[in-house]
C-alpha cells in the first residue's frame, strides 16, 4: 500500500510538470500599458527665439497589442492616453481685445517663469516589431508609428518683478500630430516624438508668420507594462 502511494504520488508529479510544460499562452500579448518621460524642445522656432530652464511631458496610456504574424513577434498597437506638457520660453503672450498678442523677450533675466503648460488627449499608432515569445520577456523592440493629440486645456503663466498673470485656451491647433518612434530592450526604452503640425493656429500667424511654423519635438524614455 505504502509503495502504491508513492507511485501514485510520482505519476502525479510527472503528468502534473508535463501539462504546465505545455501550458505556453500562444495567443500572449505585449506591452499594453505605456508610461513615458521626454524632455521638450521646439523646432522651426524664429532666431531670436530660445528655451530656458528644463521643459519636460509625462505621458501614459493603453494600448492593444495586436499581433499580425503566427509567432506574435510583428504587428500592430492602437491606443489612447494623456499628456501633459510644459515648454519654458522667451516668446510671452497677451491678450489685446478678443486677440492673442506675442512679444520676444530679449532679456532673459527680465522674467523669472514665462511657459505654457499643454494638457493632450493621445491615441498612439504603431507598428510593431520584437523578439519576444510567450516564455521571453526581456526582448529588444522598435515600434514605429503616428500619435494624434486633441489639446483640451492650455495655460500660459508668466511671472516678473513687474507683473504675474495666468492666460488659458491659447492659440494652438487642437489637433496635433507626429511621427513616434520607441525601441530598446527589455526595461529601457528610447522614445522619440516628432511634430508634423503647426502648434500655433492660422489666426494667430497671420500677424506673426516668423512662428507659423513652430513644431514640438520630445526626446526620452518610454517602459511598457504587460
Known sequence: MHKTIILFYALFFVISSFSQSKEIDDKYREDQIYFGFYYNSLIDDPSDFSQNKFSSSINFGFIRDLP???NRDFGLG???GLSTSSYNH???LS?????????????SDSF????WVINE??????IRWRTSSAENYKFWRVYFGVKTTYIFASKFKHESS????DLKSLPFNK??????LNAGNNTWNLALYLGLNPLFNDKFTVKYQELKNLKQFKLGLIFYIL
Open 78 to 80: 492602437l491606443g489612447l
Open 175 to 180: 489637433i496635433q500630430s507626429g511621427f513616434t
Open 112 to 115: 523669472s517663469k514665462n511657459k
Open 68 to 70: 499580425l504574424n503566427s
Open 121 to 126: 488627449l493621445e491615441m498612439p499608432f504603431e
Open 162 to 165: 513687474i507683473e504675474n498673470y
Open 90 to 92: 522667451n516668446l510671452k
Open 95 to 107: 491678450v489685446d481685445g478678443n486677440d492673442f498678442t506675442g512679444m520676444i523677450i530679449e532679456d
